[in-house]
């Protein structure tokens, strides 16, 4: 579904793109620079810090694993 919504937007921006290079000239590229840098800002603030975190502590930060299970599997092998 999400790929079918992905081919279907890619080629849109495959047809429109050279009648926008004709209208707006350079301006487009301060479009797409403008779109690029605000969705920069948009993903920082989204997605959650991961410097300095072990793998075990990133799957439960994107919901791998719950935190409880984790600690059930490190008490499984300890055993």
């Not at 921006?13 to 926008?20: A, F, G, N």
């Amino acid at each position: 579904m999400v790929l079918r919504l992905l081919v279907r937007l890619n080629f849109v921006v495959s047809k429109v793109t050279p009648q926008m290079v004709t209208n707006l000239g350079y301006k487009l590229f301060l479009m797409f620079a403008t779109v690029n840098i605000g969705a920069m800002g948009l993903f920082s603030l989204l997605i959650p810090e991961t410097k300095g975190r072990s793998l075990e502590e990133m799957d439960i930060i994107f919901g791998a694993i719950s935190a409880a299970q984790r600690q059930a599997d490190i008490e499984k092998q300890t055993r």
